[in-house]
């Protein structure tokens, strides 16, 4: 029998595994742009890295975001047949989403280094200062930070509230 644990001790978790192309203005990018913007942006640190032989493109990167984790690489469809990043595809249906001490500081920094606004920060019925990015790389995050605790009837309340006009015009 080997000793060799089946899901890593310090992974028990999802990791969100991120497929990177072009950036959204057209631009090369590719997983090691990528690397230095979410490093920029919001402070991940680089854990690992695994390039091809020749040094062209990332295979595999580990960034430590917070306590999580976030794998990335380039795109390959020389091997799976198809683009896979989101600029490819035309946007991205997966939003990350991370709590953070400051979402504004954190959202401004992000639109500093390139990112599109995609919701300004706005004081959320159930208890958390919320708002969006889209990144140079098309991938799609919410920022929060928690604010006050909401009971869920009090959640319940303020949903119905806010869905009981339809969605807003604009």
Not at 107 to 134: H, N, S
Request: charge should be negative.
């Amino acid at each position: 029998m080997s000793d060799v644990q089946p899901i890593p001790a310090d992974r028990p978790f999802v990791v969100p595994y991120m497929t990177i192309g072009a950036r959204t203005d057209g631009s090369p990018g590719g997983a090691a742009d990528a690397i230095e913007w979410y490093t920029a942006a919001f402070g991940a640190r680089e854990a690992h890295r695994q390039s091809t032989p020749d040094g062209s493109k990332l295979i595999h990167a580990e960034l430590v975001l917070g306590d999580g984790l976030i794998f990335l690489a380039d795109d390959f469809p020389e091997f799976s047949g198809s683009e896979s990043a989101p600029a490819a595809l035309g946007g991205s249906s997966v939003t990350m989403h991370r709590y953070v001490v400051d979402c504004d500081a954190t959202i401004e920094a992000a639109v500093a280094q390139g990112a599109e606004l995609t919701m300004p920060p706005t004081d959320m019925f159930w208890g958390d200062r919320f708002g969006g990015i889209r990144d140079p790389f098309g991938h799609n995050w919410s920022i929060a930070t928690h604010m006050r605790d909401v009971t869920p009837e009090e959640m319940e309340a303020a949903a119905a509230e806010m869905f009981a006009g339809g969605p807003p015009e604009g």
